[in-house]
Every structure is written in C-alpha cells, then in structure tokens.
C-alpha cells in the first residue's frame, strides 16, 4: 500500500481520486504478474462513474510498468470526479494516462484519459481522398 500512496503522490493524487487498490491474486492470475511484484489495480469506469470490467495494473519493478487485460482493446478512462467536475465546463481535456486525467479532475479541470501509449497496438487506416 506504501508504494501505492508514494506513485499517485508524485501526480498529486490520492488512490481516492482513481479508486485504486493494491493487486489481487485474480488481478495477478489474469495479467501473469508474478506474486513478488508489487502494483496496483486502476478500476475504469463510464461518464456516469458505473464501473467496467476493464482495468488496467500499475506495476513497479518489472519488464512492463503497465498491464491489462489482453484481447479486450482499450477503454476510455473517466476519473470517478469527471461528471462533477465537468459540470458547466465548456471543453474537456485529454490526458494520455489515468493519473494525469485524476490529477487533473482534483483541480477543477474536466479530464478524460486514453491508455498509455504502449497499451494501443498498431493498425493502418485508409482515409478517404477528401477527409
């Protein structure tokens, strides 16, 4: 839980403002984490704040600082404050990563997160002549 508290600390936040938890033994089966790596679960959840089945880890000292599910895509992340704060706000921003999006949302700015960089795979598109 220390190593936990100290992460979300150095963006400001508090494991409140992502509903954040340490790392389950289902978490840990799921993502082939072994049990000595220390981390924690960010749970999503949609516009309204109802929770999703994605997650994704947070993981110190390992090959990979993030982890999720495989095969499931990614999700948009919407930090639990984002409806609240959004509330009459006039633009909403886009944070790569979740603890950029919380931090955010903890000082009045709406915030909405997409998963770190190395979470989306590569894919062409073909864009039409006149887009």
Do not use: C
């Amino acid at each position: 839980m220390n190593a936990l508290i100290r992460d979300l600390s150095l963006s400001g936040i508090h494991p409140t403002d992502l509903h954040a938890m340490p790392l389950g033994v289902a978490e840990r089966s799921a993502l082939d984490i072994p049990h000595q790596i220390p981390g924690y679960i960010i749970p999503y959840q949609d516009i309204n704040g109802l929770p999703t089945p994605f997650y994704r880890a947070r993981l110190f000292d390992f090959s990979s600082k993030y982890r999720q599910p495989k095969g499931v895509g990614n999700q948009l992340y919407f930090p639990p404050a984002f409806k609240a704060t959004l509330n009459g706000h006039p633009y909403v921003l886009i944070t790569e990563g979740e603890k950029k999006a919380a931090s955010a949302n903890r000082i009045s700015i709406p915030a909405v997160a997409l998963g770190g960089v190395y979470s989306w795979r590569n894919k062409s598109v073909i864009l039409p002549e006149n887009a």
